[in-house]
Nanobody, 115 residues
């Protein structure tokens, strides 16, 4: 069973930065994509950013130009660099991996943007 463990969340002031990390407990073969989703209170979980095995990326319009997704295949890790954070970025952020072996979710990490 693969486990995804997120870290890097916390409380930050508007305009600040955070970097989220998601580590897989073991090597995942045939990964199609790795991504970050978020869920704010009272809202549905939604895509923030995704990176494919070929390195192609796509972002939600609301984070374009502020967030950057990257991955380290050797470390089985995906990152989300978040800059110029806004209060509306407040949510629980989840890591997701899609592979030939299945779909995996992390447990989530809270990001709160507030002064």
């Amino acid at each position: 069973q693969v486990q995804l463990v997120e870290s890097g969340g916390g409380l930050v002031q508007p305009g600040g930065s955070l970097r989220l990390s998601c580590v897989a407990s073991r090597n995942i073969s045939s990964i199609y994509s790795m991504g970050w989703y978020r869920q704010a209170p009272g809202k549905q979980r939604a895509l923030v950013a995704r990176i494919t095995s070929g390195g192609n990326t796509n972002y939600a319009d609301s984070v374009k130009g502020r967030f950057t997704i990257s991955r380290d295949n050797v470390k089985n890790t995906v990152y989300l660099q978040m800059n110029s954070l806004k209060p509306e970025d407040t949510a629980v952020y989840y890591c997701r991996v899609t592979s030939a072996g299945g779909l995996y979710w992390g447990q989530g990490t809270q990001v709160t943007v507030s002064s």
